[in-house]
């Protein structure tokens, strides 16, 4: 019997330097720590709380190393800023169409999925063309309704 070959399971690097060349920059560790940071607590840290995640096991990275790492895979679309009011910008891995919910009591960032039909229920006026769409939820996470 032949052993079935997984072509697509060769060992490297992953998607992210590919991603980053495709986009001009270069592979740095720098760029790997902050991006697997990023995938590792998903909760839309801010640059400062990216930083001192990044230092536990970088020691000697900066902060303006990570600002120019969060810049690189921003423009890389791996991950995305997201703002709310004035706070500081935070940032995003999950790429997929999706919604943040904030929740005003202790300040958490949920992703929420969007429903496909979301955009066909927009109710937009004849002739508008949606490119893009981001819709903010706030209230209470799970956490801090079930405390209330
Ligand atoms: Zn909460
Ligand atoms: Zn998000």
């Given at each position: 019997m032949d052993a079935v070959k997984?072509?697509?399971?060769?060992?490297?690097?992953?998607?992210l330097n590919e991603r980053l060349a495709t986009s001009g920059f270069r592979f740095t560790p720098q760029r790997q720590h902050v991006y697997d940071v990023l995938l590792g607590?998903?909760?839309?840290?801010t640059a400062e709380e990216v930083f001192i995640r990044a230092k536990k096991g970088?020691?000697?990275?900066?902060i303006a190393t990570v600002y120019n790492c969060l810049d690189a895979l921003v423009k890389c679309d791996l991950v995305k800023q997201v703002n709310l009011d004035r706070d500081a910008t935070r940032y995003c891995p999950?790429?997929?169409?999706h919604s943040h919910f904030y929740c005003d009591e202790c300040g958490d960032i949920h992703d929420i999925a969007l429903p496909a039909t979301t955009q066909a229920n927009l109710?937009?006026?004849?002739?508008f063309r949606v490119k893009q769409y981001e819709i903010s939820l706030r209230g209470l996470c799970r956490d801090c309704a079930a405390k209330q």
């Open positions: 997984h072509p697509k399971r060769e060992k490297h690097d992953g998607p607590d998903r909760n839309h840290p970088m020691a000697d990275i900066s999950n790429m997929t169409e109710n937009l006026p004849r002739g």
